[in-house]
């Protein structure tokens, strides 16, 4: 494990911990607390329209015990915990975009309603620094 693989454990950690805890904490949501998870996630991404509330929070679940588990895993690249983390990460970030009350209007500043998934930026800024930091070590070697 070079210099910069170490270097990127601290941010790994912190990602991979949160997103893991979140993730387990979904596996066993409630009929009520799947409704609210499904609830938001459609009105961003209308294809989940058709999942079923428990069905989709239980794959979302496992979609993040798998990401933060990859992130704390140091076998796993940085470039490949990165790309995951990003497409997740800009998941969030569209959602937070897209979903009405979560910005000040004509702002990219959130409500306080909004605060909760605007704050998930720093999970976008670690996964683009993991793949930058990935690209970067395979250049080194080529």
Do not use: C
């Amino acid at each position: 494990m070079g210099r910069r693989r170490v270097a990127n454990q601290p941010i790994r950690l912190a990602a991979g911990a949160f997103i893991l805890n979140a993730g387990i904490g979904k596996l066993s949501a409630d009929e009520k607390r799947a409704a609210g998870v499904h609830g938001m996630a459609k009105g961003s991404f209308p294809i989940f329209e058709k999942v079923p509330p428990q069905q989709f929070t239980k794959a979302l679940a496992v979609s993040e015990v798998a990401l933060g588990s990859a992130l704390l895993l140091p076998i796993v690249s940085d470039q490949l915990a990165g790309l995951g983390l990003t497409a997740f990460a800009g998941g969030l970030m569209w959602m937070y975009l897209q979903t009405e009350g979560m910005r000040e209007e004509n702002s990219v500043r959130p409500t306080a309603a909004g605060l909760a998934l605007a704050k998930d930026v720093w999970l976008l800024g670690i996964g683009l620094t993991l793949l930058a930091a990935g690209r970067r070590r395979k250049a080194d070697r080529d």
